[in-house]
């Protein structure tokens, strides 16, 4: 079956440092992937978009990478602040107009 | 404020009731969705409309009945509340063709 998993455990990490999380999936090719971000008590909000003939897509501090032979995608947010703890959501798309999420994963930049 | 808004933002009610809760988007979106976020925080579709036509239908129980009046509302009406029904609901939208979906605030059921 379909799976997309992400670290579980939260990420703590000193501001200044650049944030790496890990979206894995497994049973499926995504024609692209979504990145999210979710803040306490509130709805996800779009951060990125890697499509599977990209390798790298950049937006201000965040990067993302998509690797299909490995299944993977990687969210790196350089010179972290605290502003940016939530937790962040992949999201492959799965076809058939849908979208599935991970767990996610929490971050924590501490000053 | 161009969003997609719910009502209402918080829901306490007794195992057995019936409920419904409201989404609206004011984004020229056509196409909209309902969410369940569970408390280990797994967001996992339930239906999607489009054009106000059922597209998604997940494997959800009957009691849940999604209605869409027009292209810019989906409601979601649940019959006979059930201790699981406990969870965060959220309505997302956006336009066919485009990947990006814009997400509601959620709505906190709680079923006591």
């Known amino acids: 079956s379909q799976k997309i998993e992400q670290n579980s455990e939260a990420l703590n990490i000193q501001e200044g440092k650049t944030a790496t999380l890990t979206c894995n999936y497994t049973?499926?090719?995504?024609?692209?992937l979504q990145w999210y971000r979710q803040d306490p008590g509130r709805g996800p909000v779009f951060l990125l978009l890697?499509?599977?003939?990209?390798k790298e897509k950049r937006k201000e501090r965040l990067k993302v990478t998509f690797d299909t032979t490995l299944k993977q995608s990687l969210f790196h947010i350089t010179a972290s602040q605290p502003a940016d703890s939530a937790t962040y959501l992949c999201?492959?798309?799965?076809?058939?107009?849908?979208?599935?999420f991970g767990t996610g994963t929490r971050l924590l930049v501490s000053p | 404020d161009t969003a997609v808004s719910q009502t209402p933002k918080y829901l306490v009610t007794q195992m057995g009731n019936d409920k419904s809760i409201k989404c609206e988007q004011n984004?020229?979106?056509?196409?909209m969705y309902w969410y369940k976020q569970d408390s280990k925080k797994f967001l996992k579709i339930m239906f999607s409309?489009?054009?106000?036509?059922?597209?998604i239908n997940e494997t959800v129980p009957n009691r849940f009945s999604p209605k869409s009046p027009d292209k810019a509302h989906l409601n979601l009406h649940i019959n006979s509340l059930e201790l699981g029904d406990s969870a965060v609901y959220f309505c997302?939208?956006?336009?066919?063709?485009?990947?990006?979906?814009?997400f509601g605030p959620g709505t906190r059921l709680l079923v006591l």
């Open positions: 999201a492959p798309y799965t076809g058939f107009q849908k979208l599935v």
């Open positions: 049973n499926y090719s995504p024609a692209y």
């Open positions: 890697i499509r599977e003939n990209e």
């Open positions: 984004l020229g979106h056509d196409t």
């Open positions: 409309y489009n054009n106000k036509e059922l597209i």
């Open positions: 997302a939208s956006n336009k066919q063709g485009q990947e990006t979906q814009y």
